[in-house]
């Protein structure tokens, strides 16, 4: 399997504008989680969805991100709009869950993000 | 509030000099315990599930152990490449947030030869 996949990779953009990104879970995993990862802060879970409904979204900073799972192979957060304290790395990860188990997560590769 | 905290932030050692990282968790009821690596510029790398007291798992030269308050990664005779940032994170009982999990600041490994 290829892993989790996520684009881009790397994004630089302007304060005000929106970013978007995306994210592929692997194949059969049926839980989906985005992170942000600062210095500061370490690693947040922004928000989760399980079988593509947002289970928890205690963790988006505010109104300006928004995240939607349309089908169970892509996911995408946006950011709308844009503030310089955005820039950090943002992980997306699936995972299998069942009723009574959890099973580990697994990232991908995250988008370094800087707004200017 | 549900709290992880690892111990020490950063610990350099020599090749072959073994040593403990730790994680301490303060958790309304635990789920699971997880080990991941993180090497520069890449995402969370999966390394153990702890769920029970006494537990224990292996992989080549790391040994992850539970008790009810903490967790330890040893390291044995560690090698450079055994650098990277490991983190540990706790998954919390309860049916609002079953899936969700809460990390730690992380230990920073470096491995001098």
């Known amino acids: 399997d290829a892993g989790v996949i996520q684009s881009p990779r790397h994004e630089v953009t302007e304060m005000g504008q929106e970013v978007t990104l995306r994210c592929k879970p692997i194949?059969?995993?049926?839980?989906l989680f985005w992170y942000r990862q600062t210095m500061m802060r370490g690693l947040e879970l922004l928000i989760y969805?399980?079988?593509?409904?947002?289970?928890?979204d205690s963790g988006m900073p505010e109104d300006r991100f928004s995240a939607k799972m349309p089908n169970a192979s892509f996911s995408t957060l946006k950011i709308q709009p844009s503030e310089p304290r955005d820039s950090a790395v943002y992980f997306c990860?699936?995972?299998?869950?069942?009723?009574?188990?959890?099973?580990?997560?697994?990232f991908g590769p995250g988008t370094r993000l800087t707004v200017t | 509030e549900d709290q992880v905290t690892q111990s020490p932030e950063a610990l350099r050692l020599q090749e072959g000099e073994s040593s403990s990282l730790n994680c301490s968790y303060t958790?309304?009821?635990?789920?699971?315990l997880f080990w991941y690596r993180q090497d520069p510029g890449k995402g969370p790398e999966f390394l153990f599930t702890l769920y029970s007291a006494g537990e224990e798992k292996e992989k080549e030269r790391l040994k992850a152990t539970l008790t009810k308050k903490e967790s330890f990664l040893h390291i044995t005779a560690p090698k450079p490449e055994d650098s990277a940032t490991y983190l540990c994170?706790?998954?919390?009982?309860?049916?609002?947030?079953?899936?969700?999990?809460?990390f730690g600041q992380g230990t920073t490994l470096q491995v001098k030869p």
């Open positions: 994170a706790v998954q919390v009982e309860g049916s609002s947030n079953t899936g969700k999990l809460i």
């Open positions: 969805f399980n079988n593509n409904v947002p289970i928890d």
């Open positions: 958790v309304s009821g635990l789920r699971g």
């Open positions: 194949s059969g995993h049926n839980s």
């Open positions: 990860a699936s995972s299998r869950t069942l009723t009574s188990r959890n099973y580990e997560q697994y």
